[in-house]
């Protein structure tokens, strides 16, 4: 196991630059996501930490060494792809033991490692068989057991749950915390799916157009986002976003709605409201929007309903019985403490 850190790391493809020097420290046995929507450099990132793409300028260090110049093989990682690349001819035991193939361990130590991995991943009774054989979710355990065979300082997943359907992600998502809890190694993990990052991370790293957004714990990217991308990033449905006008220590809606931001705001400034739809509430006595349901999501226990009204269109999450149904008049409220603020023009969070 290894700390890692990426110093000013940038990448160029000739004169269009894509990564714009990123700077991050990873700590020994954390479990970190890259996280954010195609093309915004966290897969050129991992590549890059792994080895399989050059660096035009920075430093990437794991553990004491800086692995700038080390062929991917000498930079003790391994790395688990979105395609399970796993070799149909052969068996579970032998696609494992590849991972060992240039290693000089001895015969038995080599076999007391694949049994090690079979059993922490419940592949034992599945040695003997062929990739045929397997279903989605075990073939993607057979590609983590070659690289937890090699007993890596630094696991990479490169998207590694895109292939497989709802049921057998929301499984291996939780197959992949309990490797974590069990072996501790350090994990860097990229995917495009928020809900992912949010159930599995220690730390999460949001990024954009080859900029990092934000670095913080699920909890911390959610309640207190750093900006409005970050904001209707994180969270499904997006969190709500409403143009206000300061106003002292009373803000005016066009829907007739008050809201007490919690301190005195500059009169005349223009701000964002945000407000995720689990926080809004039905509420005639203080409500925050007004407007008609056009829209409804029943989702079981809960239903989304969107309500059209002056500030737009607005998503809130009311109970599954409450009987809200489209067509009807709604007012809508929400705690003070729940509410974000944003400025217009940079998208930054006003504290």
Sequence with gaps: MANLSL???????????VLHGID?????????VFVGPSGCGKSTSLRMIAGLE?????????????????????????MVFQNYAIYPHMTVRKNIAFGLWTSSLSKAEKAKRIE????????TD????????????????VAIGRAMVRQPAVFLFDEPLSNLDAQLRTQMRLEIKKLHQQVGNT?????????????????????????IQQVGTPEEVFYSPANTFVAQFIGAPSMNMISITGGGEQIRLKSGGSINPGKTTQDGREMLLGIRPDDL???????????????R?????????????????????VPGKSGVLVGDEVKLGAAPETLHFFDTETGAALV
């Design 126 to 141: 599945l040695l003997e068989r062929k990739p045929s054989q397997l279903s989605g979710g075990q073939r993607q355990r």
């Design 7 to 17: 110093h000013k790391l940038t990448k160029s493809y000739g004169k269009v630059e």
């Design 297 to 317: 999501e029943p989702l079981g226990s809960e239903t989304l309903i969107y309500v059209n009204g002056p500030e737009g269109e607005i998503v809130a999450k």
């Design 187 to 211: 994990i860097i993990f990229v995917t495009h799916d928020q809900v992912e990052a949010m159930t599995l991370a220690d730390r999460i790293v949001i990024m954009k157009d080859g900029h």
């Design 116 to 123: 090690d991995v079979a059993r922490i991943l419940d592949m």
């Design 281 to 295: 509430a039905i509420d005639t006595e203080n409500p925050i929007v007004t407007g008609k349901v056009v829209v």
């Design 54 to 78: 050059d660096i035009t300028a920075g430093e990437i260090r794991i553990g004491d060494r800086v692995v700038n110049n080390l062929e991917p093989k000498d930079r003790d990682i391994a």
């Design 24 to 32: 991050l420290d990873i700590k020994d046995g954390e479990f970190v």
